[in-house]
């Protein structure tokens, strides 16, 4: 504990109060992207090898093998497309289905704008602290009057800049994070769109017998 604290005041001697704000932002950010992998693992997100199956067997007609796929995956897109499945077809339920999934997506993406905050905000808390960390350098500069020390300057101007670089390096790669994110949720709406716009409308050679086949199975 004694070394945590030092280790603090280190940090508040050398940047201010602006570099323990973004020490601060850094660890939440982090704790962010920990968890957010954590959840996509869990839910499986981008790993959609047995849905795919799915629907290619409900497109070609093939419901027993569809459904079939679709008990082996535990992704949590599963329901959406049991629902979509296996209940007779409807504007209804498409729009049923369509919620659910957003739904899903949204809880998925929670967390992604804290941390684009944080990408957009730590730059603009170190240019803050850099000419707070300036006028601080300029008022000693006045102080001493005639007799300037360029090294009182410098290591003023040194100290302010640092928090521009704090800043810098907390938002750069939360801003790389933060698109990849952002980019693996886009890909996952695609699938779900492609994926339902399947199941509601089958190829014309198959849909007649998935039809009648969803009937029965969805009384």
Do not use: C
């Not at 008022?139 to 001493?144: D, G, H, N, T, V």
């Not at 994110?181 to 199941?199: D, G, K």
């Amino acid at each position: 504990m004694t070394m945590i604290q030092s280790a603090l005041l280190q940090v508040l001697d050398l940047g201010g109060p602006v570099v323990l704000v973004l020490l601060a932002t850094s660890v939440l950010a982090t704790a962010l992207v920990l968890y957010k992998i954590w959840q996509y693992q869990i839910a499986r997100v981008g790993r959609h090898r047995q849905l795919s199956l799915a629907v290619d067997a409900w497109d070609r007609g093939d419901v027993s093998q569809a459904l079939a796929n679709l008990q082996q995956t535990k992704s949590y897109l599963a329901p959406v497309l049991h629902m979509a499945l296996t209940q007779p077809p409807s504007r209804k339920l498409s729009d049923r289905t369509e919620a659910e999934a957003e739904a899903r997506f949204s809880r998925l993406e929670q967390g992604l704008g804290t941390l684009d905050l944080i990408a957009q905000l730590a730059p603009l808390l170190g240019l803050f602290g850099t000419v707070l960390g300036m006028i601080e350098a300029f008022k000693k500069l006045e102080a001493a009057g005639s007799s300037v020390d360029p090294s009182m300057l410098a290591g003023g101007i040194w100290v302010a800049l640092f928090t521009t670089a704090a800043g810098l390096a907390v938002a750069m790669p939360t801003s790389m994070v933060l698109s990849w994110l952002t980019a693996r949720m886009q890909r996952e709406r695609v699938f779900a769109n492609r994926a339902l716009s399947t199941v509601f409308a089958p190829t014309a050679a198959s849909a007649s017998k998935v039809e009648e086949l969803r009937a029965v199975y969805g009384s």
